[in-house]
């Protein structure tokens, strides 16, 4: 009781202090920044623009602005000489306790205020786009606990160092490197400026909001568990920091308090499920090459989404009329747990490795007797992103809104086993789900009595790329072709207000025209897919390209001469699937110290200054393809290292991997066009150029990896020398 | 006077506070030089004139973070309780003043001198590169309006209150984020990275180090303001 | 030295009138204790003598010439105590008296040495000041007011927070100080003034009430203070001002000033400290 009364006291007394009215006024300007230069997410989808931005500046500022109310309050009782007075009445302990939480109490306040204060531009800002959901979640994920966490960081070094200039250096200090490149990439060490790369519009933003909660109540653990402890350093009777430590460890609850809650947060860390735990280099594949010797007849995958939890369930059947035994491998995504392992209805014990390849890590489980029939694998669990990648993802999301799994991020992979050509896949989603499968539509499907539907198909690859969301479908026709375009529902509206289906006929039309027709594309048949912002930018396979929804905002969209970027990206991606199945990368892309510029890219950047010359002229394509191009070589050849390789060998491998990576871009987005365009006047024009890469693309469509388009295929059919398309 | 500059000296700068500041300032000082510096400014060798004046600029918000830091000694509310006793001794105002601020002008030099012997040291030891003497001018045009300028602007804030030499720190660092024109870059750093790109490149592929006269300017105005509310602050206040 | 004060008034920015046209003469030897009430003005006297504050009008002369315009000359002769002052805590005992010393221009060290055996600290001089009692710190502030054997010593409140032999002790020296200097001491301890001041100011409401030597002051307070016995205490006649009571087995001895004393009142012989409560009194009516 007398604590709660202090409680009541302590919050009137801050309450009616100019200090905090001035903290609270500055805290609900915050957000202000983030609509401008303080940018810390994807500005290009209105989630992000009206929401994420202003949230996450406001969490940064508010943190740093209620850090240092706390400072001044906490040094408030030394600074007027009252601390005598005031140990004499209430234990400093009880008193920090008290100040902590009427701290928080307003903060919490000042931050409903924020939610009431931005509300209305929001909602009228983002109109049909604007989930209420998402506004309040952004607020009570992100800014709230950071704020407190923020309060429990300042009052815990001051408490620890009892000066408060001293504190307000540790607390900047703390506040430099949730920013510094260290923490650069790492969700868990920003503890300030939590990681939120995108929303989206029209599918799920739970996927970042998700690992942003996880990350507030470890740092809150942390925190907490920093100023229970810091509790204990408060200086008693006069005495320095290790009596009164000494002296404050017989209140027993407090140090176990603290190393419970730090405990907490540091297993939290440690057991992070959101990136894998595997090496910091990406491991390439190869245990294709291990020798299967059981054959399967029969692969059935069953696989349950559950978006509530965000987690899918599987079980994985094989089928086989004699298997054999031995030692065999599962490599699964590491964020799924195996449950079971039965062969012939017989449980099998199985043992995870430390061995990643790929966004896989192995298990091994050993069939002792040979001549089994079937083999279960059941497990569950949320696909974990590649640490070498975070906090980029690969496009693995499982929420009400969307479903999105990619290569091996549902299915395990087995070495020893010898599988059929076939597989059947059952998959269970919400009933409002339209599944694509390796961006086909499944027709068959079954109707549960829980409203969802189970979706049963026969497939013939073993990597499946998985998207499920409320779609919404356009058809037509164009350059001989039976196209599907499929987006998101929310972007109707976007779609017909600027005729999207014109748009995409016409470059299908350009292509066909200038490239030849697509001989892979499945032949007649092509699938345009949308694809959620967090797994943004395009692909393109077989018979089908996806863009990521920042291309279709309106504000890209609206804009046509906005040149060789985001509104022009759905056509770059689209030319892709002409030169994606000639196997042009050969590995390049992965190997990201390889300054070697011949790629798709070079091809694809070209065809798309072409289709852009063709529709908005000569000078249009000049300013901002040619040269942009040009000036980023310019820049690049300016470069220091650039003129003098040799002292890019004298530094460290560290230095020389993050210098080696700037040229990448430039290598492959512009150098390698300029080098095309200048292979085209060489050879006589630009139907000459057609005529080449028509040829090419009849010659060497869907060789794949197995007999790559080389850069000297591409001289050869030229009939140019290397030493040719050296720039100037 | 010496005797009076060697108690300043052991007041502000021989103490654990001072020595963690020099400790932050060398690791962020280490920051810089291994991401920024070691690429080369605006497509410059990390070891031109270039590169080191922003290295010099990059490094400048938390050395006058730091000064700040001592010149609160000087406007605490302790101060002011001592201040009535040195106050009554026959020192000239001014002269004492100066020697106090000669305390924190060398423990500004010797930050200075560190966060510089780190970046040669890395010149060294990287690129092997010893032809120090280009490195003057820009440190003369870097560090000097900008101390001075922070100095005058700290005393005279700090006269007002003392609790305004936090916000000035908060400022001093804003000011290094905040986009300016080039010359006006109070520390320079707009200014390093981005004139190169207007020059030519010489026959080593370098642009010369060149000061613009809007940059001297700039430094010029710097200077002298900072000077003439350095001599505004150094009055002595007599209450009427 | 000769210090004189012409009518000098001090009015603060916020209106409060410090002190209102005072005049007084001091030159050496002399040791004039100030008394007043909290808010008298002795501290506003005190900073006008050491050029830290600029009087609204009148003025002040050092050897016949404005103080101000010999301040130099003033602090190389002047030791100054203020009533609350700083220390440089991260220094020793040693070192802050060397510092004060440099700032007053005494090189030899043995000044140094001389100050702190007269204030008993020589035994701490190696102890940080942050370490010291609040006793301790007075010492050190006195020890830094007596470097350089000033002709002018201006004490605020010297004797606090010193334990009774101590104080003692301190009284001696300002007495011994004061055979050929100006020594300056304001206090509340009306004993300290009584034991070795050769003149008092009773300073109150801006105003001088009285300047004289102390017997001056307490002759004239004859016939105004008396004795009288009470059951409870409550019973002091009115326009009385109740110095003490005592309880006895008798009942509760009560000592009172007044102009007039009532008749079952007992006459007594005059303290200083009666009277100097009878001229504050008499000075509370005037305003």
């Given at each position: 009781m007398k604590t709660f009364f202090l409680y009541r006291v302590e919050l009137r007394r801050l309450a009616l202090s100019k200090f905090t009215w001035i903290v609270t006024v500055l805290s609900l300007c915050g957000p202000l920044t983030g609509y401008s230069f303080l940018?810390?997410?994807?500005?290009?989808?209105?989630?992000?623009?009206?929401?994420?931005?202003?949230?996450?500046?406001?969490?940064?500022?508010?943190?740093?602005?209620?850090?240092?109310?706390?400072?001044?309050?906490?040094?408030?009782?030394?600074?007027?000489?009252?601390?005598?007075?005031?140990?004499?009445?209430?234990?400093?302990?009880?008193?920090?306790?008290?100040?902590?939480?009427?701290?928080?109490?307003?903060?919490?306040?000042?931050?409903?205020?924020?939610?009431?204060?931005?509300?209305?531009?929001?909602?009228?800002?983002?109109?049909?786009?604007?989930?209420?959901?998402?506004?309040?979640?952004?607020?009570?994920?992100?800014?709230?606990?950071?704020?407190?966490?923020?309060?429990?960081?300042?009052?815990?070094?001051?408490?620890?160092?009892?000066?408060?200039?001293?504190?307000?250096?540790?607390?900047?200090?703390?506040?430099?490197?949730?920013?510094?490149?260290?923490?650069?990439?790492?969700?868990?060490?920003?503890?300030?400026?939590?990681?939120?790369?995108?929303?989206?519009?029209?599918?799920?933003?739970?996927?970042?909001?998700?690992?942003?909660?996880?990350?507030?109540?470890?740092?809150?653990?942390?925190?907490?568990?920093?100023?229970?402890?810091?509790?204990?350093?408060?200086?008693?009777?006069?005495?320095?920091?290790?009596?009164?430590?000494?002296?404050?460890?017989?209140?027993?609850?407090?140090?176990?308090?603290?190393?419970?809650?730090?405990?907490?947060?540091?297993?939290?860390?440690?057991?992070?499920?959101?990136?894998?735990?595997?090496?910091?280099?990406?491991?390439?594949?190869?245990?294709?090459?291990?020798?299967?010797?059981?054959?399967?007849?029969?692969?059935?995958?069953?696989?349950?989404?559950?978006?509530?939890?965000?987690?899918?369930?599987?079980?994985?059947?094989?089928?086989?009329?004699?298997?054999?035994?031995?030692?065999?491998?599962?490599?699964?995504?590491?964020?799924?747990?195996?449950?079971?392992?039965?062969?012939?209805?017989?449980?099998?014990?199985?043992?995870?490795?430390?061995?990643?390849?790929?966004?896989?890590?192995?298990?091994?489980?050993?069939?002792?007797?040979?001549?089994?029939?079937?083999?279960?694998?059941?497990?569950?669990?949320?696909?974990?992103?590649?640490?070498?990648?975070?906090?980029?993802t690969w496009g693995n999301e499982v929420t009400s809104d969307y479903v999105s799994l990619n290569n091996f991020s549902s299915m395990p992979s087995l070495t020893g086993l010898n599988f059929p050509g076939t597989f059947t896949l059952e998959l269970t989603l919400p009933g409002y789900m339209t599944p694509l499968l390796n961006h086909q539509f499944i027709e068959d499907y079954t109707l549960n009595t829980d409203g969802t539907k189970t979706w049963t198909k026969k497939e013939s690859s073993y990597i499946i790329w998985l998207t499920a969301c409320d779609y919404n479908v356009e058809s037509f026709n164009a350059a001989g072709m039976n196209v599907n375009f499929v987006y998101s529902k929310k972007y109707e509206t976007i779609m017909t207000e600027y005729n999207m289906q014109e748009a995409l006929a016409e470059v299908l039309s350009y292509c066909t025209e200038h490239l030849g027709r697509l001989s892979w594309a499945g032949g007649s048949s092509l699938m345009m897919v949308q694809r959620s912002a967090i797994s943004d930018g395009g692909n393109a396979g077989e018979g089908w390209v996806e863009w990521g929804e920042s291309t279709f905002t309106a504000g890209n969209l609206s804009d046509p001469l906005k040149g060789a970027n985001a509104a022009e990206v759905f056509v770059h991606e689209m030319v892709h699937i002409w030169w994606g199945g000639l196997g042009v990368n050969c590995g390049s892309e992965w190997d990201v110290s390889n300054n070697d510029p011949w790629s798709d890219e070079g091809l694809t950047v070209y065809t798309t200054y072409r289709l852009m010359k063709d529709k908005y002229g000569e000078e249009y394509a000049k300013q901002y393809y040619i040269d942009v191009w040009q000036a980023a070589v310019d820049i690049q050849e300016r470069g220091f290292y650039y003129r003098n390789p040799e002292y890019l060998d004298r530094l460290p491998e560290q230095y020389r991997a993050d210098l080696s990576t700037m040229n990448r871009g430039t290598n492959l987005y512009s150098r390698m066009p300029l080098m095309i365009l200048k292979a085209e006047q060489l050879v006589g024009g630009e139907e000459k150029m057609d005529e080449i890469l028509r040829s090419v693309q009849s010659r060497f469509a869907n060789n794949g990896f197995d007999k790559p388009f080389t850069y000297q295929d591409f001289l050869d059919a030229c009939g140019l020398q290397e030493e040719d398309l050296i720039l100037d | 006077m010496i005797k009076i500059l060697k108690y300043e000296i052991r007041r502000l700068l021989f103490n654990k506070f001072f020595l963690g500041l020099l400790v932050i300032n060398g690791i962020f000082a280490w920051y810089t030089l291994s991401s920024d510096t070691v690429a080369g400014i605006a497509y410059t060798a990390p070891f031109s004139p270039w590169s080191f004046g922003a290295y010099l600029s990059s490094v400048m918000p938390l050395i006058m973070i730091t000064v700040l830091f001592l010149l609160t000694y000087f406007h605490s509310k302790k101060e002011k309780q001592v201040e009535v006793l040195t106050s009554a001794t026959p020192i000239d105002a001014v002269r004492y003043m100066l020697i106090r601020n000669t305390a924190v002008t060398l423990g500004?030099?010797?930050?200075?001198?560190?966060?510089?012997?780190?970046?040669?040291?890395?010149?060294?030891?990287?690129?092997?590169?010893?032809?120090?003497?280009?490195?003057?001018?820009?440190?003369?045009?870097?560090?000097?309006?900008?101390?001075?300028?922070?100095?005058?602007?700290?005393?005279?804030?700090?006269?007002?209150?003392?609790?305004?030499?936090?916000?000035?720190?908060?400022?001093?660092?804003?000011?290094?984020?905040?986009?300016?024109?080039?010359?006006?870059?109070?520390?320079?750093?707009?200014?390093?990275?981005?004139?190169?790109?207007?020059?030519?490149?010489?026959?080593?592929?370098?642009?010369?180090?060149?000061?613009?006269?809007?940059?001297?300017?700039?430094?010029?105005?710097?200077?002298?303001?900072?000077?003439?509310?350095?001599?505004?602050?150094?009055?002595?206040?007599?209450?009427? | 030295m000769k210090i004189e004060v012409n009518e000098v008034s001090m009015v603060y920015p916020s209106g409060k009138h410090a002190l209102q046209s005072i005049s007084l003469q001091m030159e050496c030897p002399n040791l004039i204790g100030i008394l007043g009430p909290n808010g008298a003005g002795k501290t506003t006297l005190m900073k006008l003598l050491i050029a830290g504050l600029i009087p609204t009008s009148g003025k002040i002369l050092l050897d016949g010439k404005a103080l101000l315009s010999q301040e130099k000359r003033l602090k190389s002769q002047l030791g100054y105590l203020p009533q609350s002052f700083g220390l440089y805590d991260e220094l020793t005992v040693w070192q802050f008296i060397d510092y004060m010393a440099a700032l007053k221009g005494i090189q030899e060290k043995a000044a140094i040495d001389n100050v702190l055996e007269r204030v008993s600290m020589a035994d701490q001089r190696k102890v940080r000041l942050r370490s010291l009692s609040g006793g301790q710190r007075q010492r050190v502030g006195i020890a830094q007011a007596l470097l350089g054997n000033p002709r002018l010593l201006i004490l605020d409140e010297p004797t606090v927070g010193l334990d009774p032999e101590e104080r003692v002790k301190f009284r001696n020296i300002f007495s011994e100080m004061a055979q050929d200097k100006i020594v300056l001491l304001s206090t509340h301890i009306v004993e300290d003034v009584q034991s070795i001041c050769n003149r008092v100011l009773v300073l109150h409401h801006g105003r001088i009430l009285f300047d004289g030597i102390p017997a001056d002051l307490i002759s004239r307070t004859n016939g105004h203070v008396g004795i009288f016995l009470s059951d409870n205490g409550d019973n002091v006649p009115k326009n009385c001002q109740v110095v003490s009571k005592v309880n006895t087995a008798r009942g509760i001895q009560c000592r009172i000033v007044a102009e007039e004393l009532p008749d079952y009142v007992d006459k007594a012989e005059p303290t200083l400290e009666d009277a100097y409560l009878f001229h504050i009194r008499k000075g509370d009516g005037a305003s």
């Open positions: 940018q810390q997410s994807n500005a290009s989808v209105m989630s992000g623009q009206y929401i994420a931005n202003p949230v996450l500046a406001g969490t940064v500022i508010g943190a740093i602005l209620w850090a240092v109310l706390t400072l001044i309050e906490s040094n408030r009782v030394y600074r007027n000489k009252t601390d005598i007075l005031t140990d004499a009445i209430v234990s400093p302990i009880r008193m920090a306790f008290v100040r902590m939480t009427a701290l928080a109490s307003l903060s919490a306040a000042a931050c409903f205020l924020c939610v009431l204060a931005y509300l209305p531009y929001t909602i009228v800002k983002m109109d049909y786009i604007f989930n209420p959901a998402l506004y309040m979640m952004s607020f009570l994920i992100l800014m709230l606990p950071t704020w407190w966490i923020s309060i429990l960081l300042a009052a815990a070094i001051y408490q620890i160092v009892q000066r408060v200039e001293l504190a307000g250096l540790l607390y900047v200090v703390c506040v430099y490197f949730s920013f510094s490149r260290f923490a650069n990439s790492d969700f868990f060490s920003r503890w300030i400026n939590p990681i939120i790369i995108t929303y989206s519009d029209g599918f799920s933003s739970l996927y970042y909001l998700r690992i942003a909660l996880y990350t507030r109540v470890l740092w809150l653990a942390l925190a907490g568990g920093i100023w229970t402890l810091s509790l204990i350093c408060i200086r008693r009777y006069q005495k320095n920091l290790l009596v009164s430590f000494w002296r404050s460890l017989r209140k027993v609850y407090l140090p176990v308090t603290a190393a419970a809650l730090m405990v907490t947060g540091i297993m939290m860390w440690r057991g992070q499920p959101f990136v894998d735990h595997g090496p910091a280099e990406f491991q390439y594949w190869d245990y294709y090459n291990t020798i299967n010797d059981s054959k399967i007849s029969a692969v059935t995958y069953r696989l349950t989404a559950k978006p509530e939890s965000g987690q899918l369930h599987s079980i994985a059947e094989y089928t086989s009329t004699s298997g054999g035994s031995g030692i065999k491998s599962i490599w699964l995504n590491p964020g799924y747990k195996i449950l079971r392992i039965m062969c012939d209805n017989q449980p099998v014990s199985f043992t995870a490795t430390s061995e990643f390849q790929g966004d896989s890590q192995r298990t091994d489980f050993n069939l002792t007797q040979s001549g089994w029939k079937t083999l279960t694998i059941e497990y569950e669990g949320y696909p974990t992103m590649l640490r070498c990648f975070a906090p980029y | 500004f030099l010797f930050l200075c001198l560190f966060v510089v012997g780190l970046c040669l040291y890395f010149y060294v030891v990287y690129f092997n590169y010893r032809n120090f003497a280009v490195f003057i001018i820009p440190a003369l045009v870097t560090i000097l309006p900008c101390y001075v300028f922070m100095m005058g602007a700290g005393h005279c804030i700090g006269r007002i209150h003392s609790g305004l030499l936090y916000f000035l720190m908060i400022i001093s660092f804003a000011v290094s984020v905040v986009k300016v024109p080039d010359a006006f870059d109070l520390f320079g750093g707009s200014y390093y990275s981005n004139f190169p790109l207007t020059l030519p490149a010489g026959a080593d592929g370098e642009p010369a180090f060149v000061l613009s006269a809007a940059f001297l300017t700039a430094r010029g105005l710097y200077l002298v303001i900072g000077i003439v509310l350095f001599v505004i602050s150094v009055r002595p206040v007599r209450k009427k | -």
